[in-house]
């Protein structure tokens, strides 16, 4: 079947849209690559941890151009968090924070499309951005609440991991064997969990400094982007006994 030929106005609109998805695509590249040498130099002392940083940037949190990759992984991982079997075997509080893994994933993609547009706003690209233009990004186009709760979600799954870890007496295998397989149907998402797993079983004596640099460092990170003082304790479960 023949297709009928774009008009002038119409070919004109589609080279527009292209021009602008490639430079959305772009400035989400810069943001990144940005977001990546930050991380890397606030957390320069923990440089030595080499398998957390391939971890964090090759699994959770990876270049913008890689992440499409992952959407059936972090699809399956909602439908399961989210089904009635995870409902029956874990507890409430559980499930929420488990959920709040998704948001957090869907608000930082959320954020960094608002940056990106803001940046192809302002004209031709720059090669690469600094922290002057990085915050003045955060302030045009987001609020300190969206990244405090950002943060309050990374501290908090980062701290059930880490009671997973100091508690739990089973290891994977016996987690994984809970879970009926037509339930996960996802290598990708079995591989996550066993990286997250054994990363955090490996560094078990430095999670609790790990998650207090965290809180320290990100909000006083926030603070600065704002020009704000964010007072908060870290969170500690009753049960933890340290």
Known sequence: MEQTPLSPGQNATSQAAAVASDCLLNAEALIYDYQRRRLEATYCDF??????????????????????????????????????FMRFIVLPD??????????????????????????????PLPD????????DLCRKTSTPAQHERQFDIS??????????IKYVKMNLEDMIRL???????????????AQTYYTFRRHRTMLASFRLALHERELSYIGRIFGITIDKKPFVHPDDKG
């Open 47 to 84: 440089s030595q941890y080499s398998d957390l940083h391939d971890y964090f940037f090759g699994l959770l949190y990876p270049p913008p151009d890689r992440r499409a990759r992952f959407t059936p992984r972090n699809r399956a991982y909602s439908r399961i968090v989210n089904s009635r």
């Open 179 to 193: 879970i009926p397989r037509a339930v996960i149907r996802n290598s990708d998402l079995i591989d996550l969990a």
């Open 94 to 123: 559980t499930v929420r924070v488990m959920n709040q893994v998704t948001e957090l994933d869907n608000m930082t993609d959320a954020l960094n499309r608002g940056f990106a547009r803001e940046l192809c706003s302002r004209g």
């Open 155 to 164: 501290y908090e799954c980062f701290y059930f991991g880490e009671l997973v």
């Open 128 to 135: 690469c951005i600094g922290e002057e233009t990085y915050f």
